[in-house]
């Protein structure tokens, strides 16, 4: 509308409502620092998730008050309350019956009384006696009758939950013939089910006449299954919780409450529910302790909220192979955690969309893991770490002003010297020109006015990385300096420097080469040895791949050779201390890298007397050199031996 103003700026309301809930790159650079510090690629990955980027909850926090709530369920009460009440109410019903008696004084009486003195002292058993007992106390028959009607209303309440609305007054021989009806149908229905045939027009026939008594309303067939085999699952983990005894007294009371037909049915029931759902535990008890007798439906919904629990905690884990948030039941969360609990896992579920959606992370058989994407961001982090400790001289170093056919152009240009060959630079040289005599046409060129296009020779080199593997880089705090020093040197070389070609080879007990996504996810060799013999010979392979590059080999350890392979069968063989074998064959390979007349350099992590011997021999044998540098500085020392080494080849 006309007049209408409108003025925008910087939200300064709270927290921006339209931010997304967690920064993706962010996330991603957490991650590579863990890498970078040593950390296990695939843990820190699943650890992003599990205790929840920018201090907001993670699948700990809630897994955590999940074992909580479980902890605290399993002290909510006794589960034998069904057998205590039922003790219970029998006790009343004989004493008023008793009352009744003492105060007749004919022979039926006594007979009465002596059939009360010898009723067995298992509850279930008693009940089953006094079925045909004859009642002398109205008080006393109506007390017994609440024994079978309260059992039979609490189990089949708690397994057809629309009891509780349709048809609660089971007793009733209306109420038990349709409920009788309703269980024959549904025994029906899902034999036809297990037999693979086709239930839609029976199922809808089967809601038409029995939906009463499901809420619910299931849409098919497998909503029904699922509805009632949790709950009857819930039952059957109630009799597994029990005692012999107890489980002997509970069944006994609901078989005599239920009759001998809808017994036969649920048992049916529970036989064609098991078959179908296999997977819900139905074996399983559970050791519930607690000053509270729990009725049947309180015991069952107890058991109940422990097994979804338990599936919700195995969601939460994410143990299994191939698991994704998408497994979690948001809708359970909600359930059993709250709702604020169902917004964390969605927001965490957003976030492993997102990673997924903008190529930083994709999944394999293992699960989640880095993409060349963000192995490339993971290589430069490393990269300018190491830039950001060297102080070796100038950062361009490296560059070398010569021109010819295999010149390369950097972008910057010089003053013209006498014998440069390199291509003049037009535009900066007429800009000086003008500068100097102003605008003019023509353009008077003088000689001070001429720049030069710098060029970088393509001098290409064949590197072979060779980095230790063994257990002790890990334990003494290397392991997380190699992978960072690696990883820079990999970068460096990949965006700077692409003619040359790196071949990064780890080494433990034996060798084998690594991409960068390897060396990134790589975990510690927990076998002994420390093969150098077979890496150089892998490092040797990959320089003859290479004629015609500048042969380098770099090797950063920390112990001295303990393993070489068998020349018979070409196993690894380990040996402390090191055998004289083991030195001659990884002197062998020196040798041989030597007369290809590759440039051997060692780093040297440690102060073992051992590894400084053998290094300074190797050292003086090829005509490298060896460096000593601390953990924290391998990345320099590296990086600065590769690009001076470059420079001098230029």
């Not at 296999?278 to 399983?284: A, S, T, Y």
Request: with cysteine; proline share 5%; glycine share 8%.
């Amino acid at each position: 509308m006309a007049g209408n103003r409108f003025r925008y700026g910087q939200w300064r309301g709270g927290p921006d409502p339209l931010a997304p809930p967690y920064d993706v790159r962010e996330a991603v650079d957490a991650v590579g620092a863990e890498v970078l510090a040593g950390g296990s690629l695939r843990e820190t990955l699943r650890d992003l998730l599990r205790r929840g980027p920018n201090g907001r909850r993670g699948l700990d926090e809630l897994a955590a008050r999940a074992r909580r709530m479980r902890r605290e369920a399993l002290r909510r009460g006794d589960l034998d309350g069904a057998v205590t009440r039922s003790q219970a109410l029998l006790d009343q019903a004989l004493a008023a019956e008793r009352d009744e008696l003492r105060g007749r004084e004919d022979d039926a009486a006594r007979f009465a009384e002596t059939v009360l003195d010898n009723l067995p002292r298992s509850t279930a058993r008693a009940v089953q006696e006094l079925s045909g007992y004859q009642w002398a106390s109205k008080e006393a028959r109506r007390t017994y009758q609440q024994i079978l009607d309260g059992l039979r209303d609490d189990v089949l309440g708690q397994r057809f939950a629309g009891l509780r609305d349709a048809v609660r007054a089971t007793a009733d021989p209306a109420a038990q013939q349709r409920l009788g009806e309703m269980m024959h149908d549904l025994n029906d229905l899902l034999a036809r089910h297990a037999r693979s045939e086709d239930t839609g027009d029976a199922f809808a026939e089967f809601m038409r006449r029995h939906g009463e008594f499901f809420p619910e309303q299931p849409k098919d067939v497998d909503e029904l299954i699922d509805v009632l085999a949790r709950r009857a699952a819930a039952g059957e983990r109630l009799m597994r919780s029990l005692s012999d005894r107890q489980r002997e007294e509970l069944a006994g009371l609901m078989q005599q409450s239920l009759g001998e037909q809808l017994a036969g049915e649920m048992s049916q029931l529970d036989a064609h529910l098991r078959a179908l759902r296999p997977d819900l535990g139905w074996g399983r008890g559970e050791r519930v302790r607690g000053e509270q007798p729990l009725g049947y439906g309180e015991a069952t919904g107890v058991l109940d909220e422990i097994a979804e629990l338990d599936d919700l905690l195995d969601q939460l884990d994410q143990e299994h192979p191939g698991a994704t948030l998408d497994d979690v039941d948001v809708e359970a969360v909600a359930r059993t955690l709250g709702r604020d609990a169902a917004d964390d896992v969605r927001r965490l579920r957003e976030l492993e969309r997102e990673l997924r959606r903008q190529g930083w992370v994709t999944r394999d058989a293992e699960g989640l893991t880095l993409s060349p994407k963000a192995l490339r961001r993971l290589g430069g982090t490393a990269l300018r770490r190491v830039f950001a400790d060297l102080t070796a001289g100038p950062r361009g170093q490296h560059d070398l002003r010569s021109a010819g056919a295999a010149g390369e152009v950097s972008g910057a240009s010089r003053p013209w010297e006498y014998g440069d060959e390199q291509p003049l630079d037009v535009v900066r040289t007429l800009t000086r020109a003008v500068r100097r005599a102003g605008p003019s046409v023509p353009v008077q060129l003088a000689v001070e006015d001429f720049e030069v296009v710098e060029t970088e020779r393509r001098a290409s080199a064949a590197v072979a990385l060779c980095v230790d593997l063994s257990y002790s880089m890990i334990s003494q705090g290397r392991w997380g300096p190699m992978k960072q020093t690696a990883l820079a040197l990999s970068h460096l070389m990949a965006t700077r420097f692409p003619q040359d070609a790196l071949q990064i080879i780890g080494f433990g007990r034996e060798a084998m080469p690594l991409t960068q996504h390897e060396l990134a996810a790589v975990e510690p060799d927990m076998e002994q040895g420390t093969n150098l013999q077979h890496a150089l010979r892998l490092a040797g392979r990959h320089l003859r791949r290479h004629p015609d590059a500048e042969p380098v080999v770099l090797v950063v350890t920390d112990g001295e050779p303990t393993a070489h392979l068998d020349p018979d069968d070409g196993e690894a063989y380990f040996h402390w201390p090191p055998l004289p074998e083991t030195i001659e064959a990884t002197i062998r390979e020196v040798d041989r890298l030597a007369r290809y007349r590759a440039t051997l350099n060692l780093f040297m992590l440690g102060d073992d007397p051992g590894l400084r011997r053998f290094v300074d021999a190797v050292a003086r044998r090829s005509k490298g050199r060896m460096f000593t540098p601390d953990p924290d500085d391998l990345g320099e020392y590296v990086v600065s031996d590769y690009l001076r080494s470059r420079q001098r080849r230029r």
